[in-house]
């Protein structure tokens, strides 16, 4: 089993920054993939951006203006978010699965363990 649990969440004026952060139980850099999922009211959990050692897969809607990365050293996963708009907000979420090979799902459902969620606002 892996522990998740998230961090950095809050709320930001439009154009705006945060940086997430998702600290994990184990080693995840090369063998188990790492993500990132936004939740809102209404809507299906979305993939936002995904990473196993040097891949990265970030969403379409965001991929000019977030990054992701890990810190090995201290088991971490981050999402830098800039630019924030409005149609960013929502209950971010940290999510793994265990994958040695062959990429990575991009969606919520391929991905078996889940942190509690960060909440993320954006105001005008």
């Known amino acids: 089993q892996v522990q998740l649990v998230e961090s950095g969440g809050g709320s930001v004026q439009a154009g705006g920054s945060l940086r997430l952060s998702c600290a994990a139980s184990v080693y995840t850099y090369s063998s188990y993939c790492m993500g990132w999922f936004r939740q809102t009211p209404g809507k299906e959990r979305e993939g936002v951006a995904v990473t196993k050692g040097t891949s990265r897969y970030v969403a379409d809607s965001v991929k000019a203006r977030f990054i992701i990365s890990q810190d090995t050293a201290k088991n971490t996963l981050y999402l830098q978010m800039n630019s924030l708009t409005p149609e960013d907000p929502g209950l971010y979420y940290c999510?793994?699965?265990?994958?040695?090979?062959?990429?990575?799902?991009?969606?919520?459902?391929?991905?078996?363990?889940w942190g509690q969620g960060t909440p993320v606002t954006v105001s005008s």
């Open positions: 999510a793994a699965y265990s994958r040695r090979v062959g990429p990575c799902s991009t969606s919520p459902r391929g991905f078996t363990f």
